[in-house]
């Protein structure tokens, strides 16, 4: 499943200008915030937790204007804990920013 990063990718390239250093670090951010969110809902089991999980997803990807991954952090946020196919799309947009192609 591919997900659309235009947005994402125009908000880092935005705040890193020409400095592409500078974009490798953000990037690199993004996907080390994502991973540990994605960790965590893997590891929620009651309502509580996967919710504070999926609301700090859904603040990452807004902060970055990530609105594939606010879609899918909305769909968890309605899902069951521990559901694992939001947690496999959530881990298919990762993989999916993570190797862009070109």
Avoid at 8 to 25: C, F, I, N, Q, S
Avoid at 29 to 35: D, N
Wanted: aromatic share 6%.
């Amino acid at each position: 499943m591919l997900y659309e990063n235009g947005a994402l990718d125009a908000t880092l390239a935005a705040a890193a200008g020409d400095d592409p250093a500078l974009l490798a670090e953000l990037r690199a951010a993004f996907v080390e915030s994502l991973e540990r969110q994605i960790d965590l809902l893997k590891r929620s089991r009651c309502d509580g937790n996967w919710n504070v999980a999926a609301m700090r997803l859904k603040g990452l990807a807004a902060s970055f204007h990530a609105v594939d991954l606010i879609q899918l952090a909305d769909e968890a946020l309605e899902s069951a804990p521990g559901e694992p196919t939001i947690v496999r799309k959530i881990e298919a947009f990762l993989t999916d920013f993570s190797d862009p192609p070109g």
